[in-house]
């Protein structure tokens, strides 16, 4: 159960790698800040928790658990909020279900999620659990623009301690491949409403029957509201050339979505891919496989799992795997595709990863080959063919000398497409969508065929509003190149500038600045940090996920160890502790050898943010001088070489939370500005010193054997602080 103390600071729980971090990382954070009156709590948004508190009614009253997302999403519209929001599962349809079998199987009765639910009950429960999946949390916490950036003490690591970069040649075969009409790019529509109004959006029939697919929207005067569709015959004949260009080119065919955010579309998306691949199982077999409950948005690993007893079928599928170009592959050891799982191929992750490797992906063979990167909408899809040109034109990024690019990301109260999901669908036939105002006027309209993917997304004045003012506060900061990254031929984003441009204007800062199309913006933005200086780039929503990967993960190797900063609109913060693509393959080698690589720099970084913003706003100066010391902390993690190894055997995440304490008590027990402060960490700083050998000694004697959590999705506390609190020498010095 989550606490229900109401904490000065809140470090939310989540899941996998970081969660398991947390249970080392949270009791030294709360014994060292408790020297300063300040309590630190936790409130549950990992998916087992969220699906937990969706289903009251079918768990026992022991079982069942407060809504604590619901809680937050009202905290953080407050002055007091301070959260610290590490990063959760965005779950797909697969992980949905395997999350609810794990808590079934530990004794929770949940319904099952209804693939095709047919009667009013399971339709009711389908309808929860899709509050679940996708992007649920960071929607409804994000109450304010976003500010990412690499700390100065990580960048400066960075260069000092340059990594791996593959390298590109002219003559590489790899290329993005995306839709030239009929996509959500071509198809967007966008106004600016000129007064507060209600809407709906209905689907015309051919024979002029009315279907309302939503109702209830309501809008404040000033947002700009989007609507577009994707054509499914468009997005199939797209498909089916790019498996036949692959094949003829001799590349890996690699499909790169957001399956996870973009929760409604995008595994539709991926679901045309596996069926266009497949076509001729499809054609062939389909009755048989409709019978098997395959569906091809839930991937290739869920369809053979439906069909192990169909050896003809099975046949088949090698037969055409064989003759298809190969798939760039999730893990080539163990046979998974890129159209195994919608959510193990995120295009944010996957792209920059290809790139950093100098356009090589892993083939089924178990070597790296050259990729056509397919990632069907335009709308984005620009930014990473222009790195992708750009390098084979320049050769790769140097590290050392690479300058940095920052961003500041519109994404406050759903904006933009990440807030579209209640306003997604499926066509089910022919006709005409309209959004409808309140008052009769049609916003907008799309003829449209059964099986497009229609959407439509809005972005409040006030988020836009604050957007701006904050990149013009950053410029200011900085001194540096600033980029709006918009495209004045692109619908939305003319709506857009029409805030923009006015308000630089009306500020004195319209020199600060260049407006620019992603493509050129993105070439802009490599040529200024090969040469060793900061840009930054003002985006929306989506490209503010996309860049916040893309630049660091070559700048920095990863971007879990970016600064990120969300400053909410209502006074509160929000300070993020970056991405977590990569622990799923954490927690597998934890569990198989108990060693966990997870680098906690970002939570290091995202603490001494939210002391130092807690000092401010409570006038506590004693969190003032516990985060100037996170600060010197983190520093000498990163020059004394403490972070986690790679391998079994070697220091991992738990002793890097040995070091950090170690040097967060020594840098507080040498400080003057609080005296208490200081006696009172001096003898802590002794004992962590002291014992060091024992400590080191206790946690390489964890290593090596197989750990025990009680579960993937859900697990056993005791169990899991076991694993990761494993030092008695340390945990007597902690408490």
Same mark, same amino acid.
């Given at each position: 159960m989550a606490d229900t103390t109401n904490p000065d600071i809140i470090y939310t729980k989540v899941d996998e790698a970081p969660e398991l971090a947390s249970a080392s990382f949270l009791p030294i954070i709360q014994k060292f800040a408790s020297a300063a009156g300040v309590t630190v709590g936790t409130r549950d948004?990992?998916?087992?928790?969220?699906?937990?508190?969706?289903?009251?009614?079918?768990?026992?009253?022991?079982?069942?658990? =407060?809504?604590?997302?619901?809680? !937050?999403?009202?905290? @953080? &519209?407050?002055?007091? /909020?301070?959260?610290?929001? $590490? *990063?959760?599962? =965005?779950?797909?349809?697969?992980? !949905?279900?395997?999350? @609810? &079998?794990?808590?079934? /199987?530990?004794?929770?009765? $949940? *319904?099952?999620?209804?693939?095709?639910?047919?009667?009013?009950?399971?339709?009711?429960?389908?309808?929860?659990?899709?509050t679940i999946k996708g992007s649920a949390?960071?929607?409804?916490?994000?109450?304010?623009?976003?500010?990412?950036?690499?700390?100065?003490?990580?960048?400066?690591?960075?260069?000092?301690n340059p990594h791996r970069m593959g390298d590109w040649s002219a003559d590489s075969k790899t290329r993005v491949?995306?839709?030239?009409?009929?996509?959500?790019?071509?198809?967007?529509?966008?106004?600016?409403?000129?007064?507060?109004?209600?809407?709906?959006?209905?689907?015309?029939?051919?024979?002029?029957?009315?279907?309302v697919l939503k109702d209830g929207l309501s809008f404040p005067a000033g947002t700009v509201v989007d609507a577009t569709f994707m054509s499914a015959k468009a997005l199939d004949a797209f498909i089916s050339e790019e498996i036949a260009s692959t094949k003829r080119d001799g590349t890996l065919f690699s499909l790169h979505l957001k399956a996870t955010m973009m929760k409604v579309s995008d595994p539709i998306i991926f679901g045309h891919a596996v069926k266009s691949y497949l076509q001729p199982v499809f054609d062939k077999h389909g009755d048989k496989l409709a019978e098997a409950g395959?569906?091809?948005?839930?991937?290739?690993g869920d369809m053979m799992a439906r069909i192990t007893d169909m050896p003809e079928v099975k046949g088949d599928i090698e037969r055409v795997l064989a003759e298809r170009p190969p798939l760039y592959m999730v893990d080539s050891d163990k046979g998974l595709t890129n159209l195994h799982v919608p959510s193990d191929v995120i295009v944010d992750a996957s792209m920059p990863a290809l790139i950093r490797a100098g356009g090589k992906g892993w083939g089924p063979d178990g070597k790296e080959h050259d990729s056509n990167c397919v990632i069907p909408d335009s709308s984005y899809a620009s930014v990473y063919e222009e790195t992708i040109n750009y390098f084979k034109e320049t050769g790769k990024l140097d590290p050392a000398t690479a300058g940095t690019v920052q961003n500041i990301g519109l994404m406050a109260q759903k904006a933009e497409e990440y807030g579209s999901h209640?306003?997604?669908?499926e066509i089910p036939?022919?006709?005409?969508?309209?959004?409808?105002?309140?008052?009769?006027?049609?916003?907008?309209?799309?003829?449209?065929?059964?099986?497009?993917?229609?959407?439509?997304?809005?972005?409040?004045?006030?988020?836009?509003?604050?957007?701006?003012?904050?990149?013009?506060?950053?410029?200011?900061?900085?001194?540096?190149?600033?980029?709006?990254?918009?495209?004045?031929?692109?619908?939305?984003?003319?709506?857009?500038?029409?805030?923009?441009?006015?308000?630089?204007?009306?500020?004195?800062?319209?020199?600060?600045?260049?407006i620019m199309a992603p493509r050129e913006a993105t070439r802009a933005s490599f040529e200024t940090i090969r040469e060793g200086k900061t840009s930054i780039a003002v985006t929306g929503n989506v490209l503010r996920d996309y860049l916040t990967d893309l630049f660091p993960i070559l700048e920095l190797a990863t971007s879990a160890k970016m600064l990120s900063i969300v400053k909410l609109m209502n006074g509160g913060g929000l300070f993020e502790t970056g991405a977590g693509g990569s622990a799923p393959k954490h927690v597998q080698q934890l569990m198989e050898q108990n060693h966990l690589r997870w680098d906690s720099l970002g939570e290091f970084c995202a603490l001494g943010e939210s002391l130092q913003f807690l000092a401010d706003v409570r006038s506590n100066e004693k969190a003032r001088v516990l985060?100037?010391?996170?600060?010197?902390?983190?520093?000498?993690?990163?020059?004394?070489?403490?972070?986690?190894?790679?391998?079994?055997?070697?220091?991992?995440?738990?002793?890097?939370?040995?070091?950090?304490?170690?040097?967060?008590?020594?840098?507080?027990?040498?400080?003057?500005?609080?005296?208490?402060?200081a006696a009172h960490f001096a003898p802590i700083a002794k004992a962590l010193a002291d014992k060091e050998a024992a400590i080191l000694s206790e946690l390489a004697a964890a290593q090596g054997q197989p750990a025990d959590l009680g579960g993937y999705y859900h697990t056993d506390a005791t169990k899991t602080e076991a694993v990761m609190r494993p030092s008695a020498t340390l945990n007597a010095i902690i408490g």
């Open positions: 948004i990992s998916l087992a928790g969220r699906i937990l508190a969706t289903f009251p009614e079918f768990l026992t009253e022991d079982q069942r658990q =407060s809504d604590d997302l619901a809680e !937050l999403g009202q905290l @953080v &519209k407050t002055p007091e /909020a301070n959260v610290i929001k $590490l *990063p959760n599962i =965005s779950a797909s349809v697969p992980q !949905l279900v395997a999350a @609810v &079998k794990e808590l079934q /199987a530990q004794g929770y009765a $949940l *319904p099952d999620y209804p693939d095709a639910p047919e009667t009013d009950e399971e339709k009711a429960v389908r309808a929860k659990y899709d949390v960071n929607p409804v916490l994000r109450e304010g623009n976003s500010d990412r950036r690499a700390a100065k003490a990580v960048k400066a690591y960075a260069q000092s491949s995306s839709m030239t009409s009929g996509d959500f790019r071509s198809n967007e529509k966008s106004a600016t409403l000129p007064a507060e109004t209600t809407a709906k959006i209905v689907l015309i029939a051919e024979d002029g029957s009315e279907t395959v569906n091809p948005n839930s991937g290739l209640p306003t997604t669908f036939h022919n006709g005409t969508v309209r959004m409808v105002l309140g008052d009769g006027t049609v916003l907008h309209e799309h003829a449209v065929e059964t099986g497009d993917i229609w959407r439509s997304a809005s972005t409040r004045k006030a988020p836009i509003q604050d957007w701006v003012q904050l990149a013009i506060d950053r410029q200011k900061a900085e001194g540096c190149e600033a980029i709006f990254w918009l495209d004045e031929t692109r619908a939305h984003d003319a709506e857009l500038l029409k805030y923009v441009t006015p308000i630089l204007d009306a500020k004195g800062v319209a020199d600060k600045f260049r985060g100037k010391a996170v600060d010197a902390a983190t520093q000498g993690i990163l020059d004394n070489d403490r972070s986690p190894s790679r391998k079994v055997g070697e220091p991992d995440n738990r002793d890097s939370h040995y070091w950090f304490a170690r040097y967060w008590a020594e840098a507080l027990a040498a400080q003057s500005e609080e005296a208490e402060l």
